[in-house]
């Protein structure tokens, strides 16, 4: 009986998809295991060999988590809204519902074929109207919702309505914005509606405000810094500028202490929660507001060394500041705005990361010292930015490199406040030890006993106090885009009001283009149907707007990251159509125990999903305010590219060996045209592009050899292995074993095809222990002390390996046990039942065929672990090497609980001791128990 992968893994995933084997219950008495995978974004190239590293191994641990008896919920869905699909959607003008359905279903073949444990009843996808209802919900409740620093929680914005209709805002201690004014509780009374709606937007833990944003306009919309790469946008490259816009707003930063403390309950790897950490940025410090000569405005800075105060020799802005404009001299006026055009050409990220460049403009005004009353020069630098504290720093030169630096550059005086300490920034860090010298009230006293002193004489001043503050901003949530959520929201005098959640969802209109309207309003703006009737509560034609009872719709959709920031918490109750899950399914399953995916999301989706798990708890609508337990990175599969060589300006190529003799350009082509040798097909590549057609080839020896490289897997690298082709050749077991036996998880490893011919022969060798030809060899008879170690021990390692999720070491013990069963001519049901239940989860298929062919009628993803009973792996007894005058002459088992004097007694019995005594007495024999046995004739 023959091994025919290609049957066998299409008869159990038939059988699974009919069976409902993996289907998860929301009630069970069995304890519950939650195991999820970053779901992925349906792009058009489809999986290659490295996207499902990470779905295999959770998939081999919720297999294993069910032989352990649990109720696991393993389910998978699709990130399906994105800027991909609305770009293919601009230059085709296919509607992106389209390629995303047609991608999705791609997806879907390709992860059935490797045979993953997904329950489908619970698939989601971010760009259903049905799913993305409860994130237009979730909005809704943000939206009436702010946060009480007393509490340390979000509260309904009606209980904030209620104090301030009692004694107004004064002693409000709440998460608003900066210039919240105070008001009694008549002046609110008095306020008008519109008046009021005003103020809370202040409040709103999501609210509507004037944001510096990352404007594309070559994609036309607003990008997300982690969507832009070295000051272009990752997709297609384009230039990315500065711009301030009106633009909805999350109010992260109320949660950005308890996001930190939060870290210390998960158990997520250590350079992601360091990731999380610096990302927030927590610092003490002090606020400090310096008066500007002749303006009423103040510069407000943040600094955590308020005690170098008296050091501060100029004062930097950032240039996109309104402020600025409003300080800035006639005379400097046309320098500053040349200035303030250049920086708006480059991105956050560059300014941070531009650690060389030294620019800046003086603006003419200047700031007056709180204490000395002297007039700072205050100056504008694009290495201050506007996002980040108060987008204004106090440049103390003599503490600080970058302040030096700049300061020596545009010849600014720099003054040492330090009493007996070389200027330097090691100096300055030590602050336990650094003494300030040129104060009366802090002369001498170290770091702790000047910063107190100075925030003292700040608040009693009016001019500062003390500070916690954070990096973290607020998460910019609109994106100039069609294809997202659309807000649940409509204008009433310019002022936002929320749909109310029965008529929920709010679903996308139709459009005939994608891209901005002329007047550069969002692609929404094209819609003919997009307006709301209050009374109808219905989306209706904009030619009915009269601002009475019908009014505008929002044209912003909400970013990518709204709907997979709650995705793990619907999957627990996906089919409810009444609520986003229930209370029954949200307090059985609680949170995710294992999450496997990228390190690329740590400051993006992982900190955004742990903000809204923590709203959500606030609002008593989860049980826990952390979303998942544990997080494992999965390492990246590299990809072996192949280059040819152009000779610089001919079309001519030149085989890797002779490329030492030429100016070359190194080009990628594609792995496929290479065979294992490294030799390139030549009329293979010479037709896969027109500018290849009449290229000529320097061969040597009679072939053309291509250069390797090991770097990412990428389909504009041409070095993708598509897992369909993989499947096809060697079977999805195959797959599976082979991209865990590459290395350790969390690792980057390279793939080499050539390497998976030996796990393809192990599967085949495991195979024949079970069938011959002839059909089933499998007996009933007593297997052998050996093959119970080989079980045993084969148990012990994979237990303890998945447990770790060290699924690379499993792989290798599978080897070596089905090596020494084979060797042991093992064939008993008693030793290779178990064997299948420890290798199913990693290669399910075969595993499934051996379960049947051994008469089982249920699924082998029904059957217990096995056991670890020590006592097979407990020797008892021992392979003597017995030498003569120290040189071994044959061997003897002997049990290990005999003595010294027994074990003598047989050898010296034993015939071939006489052999070699040949009849002589011997003069000492030494015995040493469980090692050897030595005589000295």
């Keep these: ?296 405005e103040m510069i407000e800075v943040f600094t955590t060394r308020p005690d170098t105060i008296f050091g501060v020799t100029f004062m930097t802005l950032a240039p996109e500041l309104d402020l600025v404009k409003e300080i800035t001299t006639t005379e400097q006026k046309a320098e500053v705005e040349a200035y303030i055009d250049a920086t708006a050409k480059r991105s956050e990220r560059d300014r941070m990361a531009d650690v060389k460049t030294i620019s800046g403009v003086f603006t003419g005004a200047y700031a007056i010292h709180p204490f000395t009353g002297e007039q700072i020069p205050v100056w504008i630098g694009d290495y201050v930015l506007a996002s980040y504290g108060t987008g204004a720093v106090m440049a103390v030169p003599c503490g600080d490199q970058r302040d030096y630096d700049f300061a020596k550059h545009f010849n600014i005086p720099i003054k040492n406040i330090f009493d007996g300490v070389a200027i330097s920034e090691e100096a300055f860090a030590d602050k336990d030890n650094t003494k300030i010298a040129n104060s009366d009230f802090i002369s001498g006293l170290g770091y702790k006993e000047a910063t107190q002193k100075v925030i003292e004489k700040l608040e009693a001043m009016g001019q500062g106090k003390g500070k916690i503050n954070y990096r973290l901003r607020d998460a910019v949530f609109s994106r100039q885009r069609y294809w997202g959520e659309p807000f649940p929201v409509y204008y009433v005098n310019g002022l936002p009001q929320m749909i109310e959640a029965e008529y929920l969802p709010i679903r996308l209109p139709e459009v005939e283009k994608y891209l901005p309207t002329e007047t550069g309003e969002p692609p929404l703006g094209n819609a003919g149907v997009w307006a709301w009737d209050t009374e109808k509560h219905e989306v209706v034609s904009n030619d009915l707007v009269d601002h009475e009872t019908v009014f505008p719709l929002e044209l912003n959709t909400m970013p990518g990251w709204a709907g997979s920031s709650w995705y793990f918490n619907r999957y627990m109750d996906a089919a409810n159509e009444k609520e986003f899950a229930s209370q029954e399914a949200l307090n059985y399953w609680k949170d995710v125990d294992l999450y496997i995916g990228g390190s690329e999301h740590a ?30 990175n999965q390492g990246m599969i590299l990809g072996t590219s192949a280059f040819v060589y152009r000779i610089e300006g001919e079309n001519k190529f030149v085989s890797k060996g002779l490329k030492g003799d030429y100016d070359i350009q190194p080009i990628h082509t594609d792995v496929s045209f290479v065979n294992a040798s490294d030799e390139l097909d030549v009329e293979a590549f010479k037709n896969w592009r027109p500018e290849f057609k009449d290229a000529e080839f320097i061969l040597e020896e009679g072939k053309y050899v291509v250069g390797r490289e090991v770097e990412k897997m990428s389909k504009s690298k041409y070095n993708v292995v598509n897992p369909d082709d993989i499947c096809d050749e060697y079977g999805a077991d195959t797959l599976r074993l082979y991209e865990m036996f590459l290395g350790p998880l969390e690792q980057a490893k390279p793939w080499n095809t050539a390497g998976i011919t030996g796990v393809a ?158 009849g002589r007495a011997p003069k000492k024999v030494i015995v040493v128990p469980g090692k050897i046995i030595n005589i000295v004739g």
């Excluded at 294993?64 to 389910?75: C, D, E, I, S």
């Design 761 to 918: 022969g192990f599967l085949k060798k495991l195979w024949r222990l079970y069938f011959d030809d002839n059909g089933l060899i499998v007996t009933d008879n007593e297997p052998g002390k050996d093959s119970l170690k080989t079980l045993h021990k084969t148990i012990k390692k994979a237990t303890e390996d998945i447990g770790n999720f060290s699924f690379n070491t499993s792989v290798s013990g599978f080897m070596i046990a089905v090596n020494e069963l084979t060797a042991q001519k093992c064939h008993e049901r008693a030793v290779l039942e178990p064997l299948a239940v420890l290798i199913s989860p990693y290669a399910p298929h075969i595993a499934e065929e051996l379960w049947a062919g051994l008469g089982h009628d249920e699924s082998i993803a029904t059957a217990s672990w096995p056991v670890f009973d020590e006592k097979h792996l407990v020797e008892s007894s021992k392979e003597y090497p017995v030498s003569f005058n120290g040189k071994m002459r044959f061997k003897k088992e002997l049990p290990l609980d005999l003595s010294k004097e027994e074990i003598e007694k047989i050898i010296l019995e034993d015939d071939r001791t006489k052999t070699q005594l040949n």
């Design 1 to 296: 009986m023959k091994y025919n992968f290609n049957e066998i893994e299409a008869k159990w995933q038939k059988y699974w998809r009919e069976n409902k084997t993996f289907k998860a219950e929301n009630n069970s008495d069995k304890p519950k295991y939650y195991v999820l995978d970053m779901f992925p974004y349906p792009s058009g190239a489809g999986l290659h060999v490295g996207h499902p590293l990470g779905y295999i191994a959770s998939d081999i641990y919720s297999r294993f988590k069910r032989h352990q008896g649990y109720n696991v919920l393993h389910p998978m869905g699709y990130d399906s809204f994105g800027l991909p699909a609305e770009q293919y959607a601009i230059q085709t003008g296919q509607h992106p519902a389209v390629t995303t359905e047609a991608n999705i279903t791609r997806y879907r073949e390709q992860l059935d074929k490797i045979g993953f444990s997904f329950d489908w009843s619970r698939e989601v996808r971010t760009s259903n109207p049905e799913y993305y209802k409860w994130t237009q919900w979730i909005f809704i409740r943000l939206f009436n919702s702010w946060y009480n620093i007393d509490a340390d929680k979000a509260e309904d914005i009606s209980t904030l309505i209620a104090t301030f209709e009692v004694e107004g805002n004064t002693d409000v201690n709440a998460v608003c914005d900066e210039d919240a004014e105070a008001f009694t509780a008549d002046q609110w009374k008095s306020f008008s509606e519109e008046e009021k709606q005003t103020v809370l937007l202040k409040y709103r833990l999501t609210y509507l405000a004037e944001t510096e944003v990352n404007w594309c306009p070559a994609l036309g919309t607003v990008l997300a810094n982690d969507e832009i790469v070295n000051g272009v946008s990752e997709r297609g490259g384009h230039p990315v500028i500065r711009k301030k816009m009106m633009q909805w707003s999350m109010r992260i930063t109320a949660y950005a202490q308890r996001l930190l403390d939060g870290l210390a309950k998960v158990d997520w790897p250590l350079p992601l929660k360091e990731s999380q950490t610096n990302w927030i940025g927590r610092s003490e410090g002090a606020s400090v507001k310096f008066k500007i000569d002749g303006h009423n």
């Design 603 to 632: 400051t993006g989706h992982l900190l955004y999903s742990r903000f809204w798990q923590k709203f959500l708890f606030d609002r008593g609508l989860l049980p826990v305010d952390e979303f998942a337990r544990k997080l494992i």
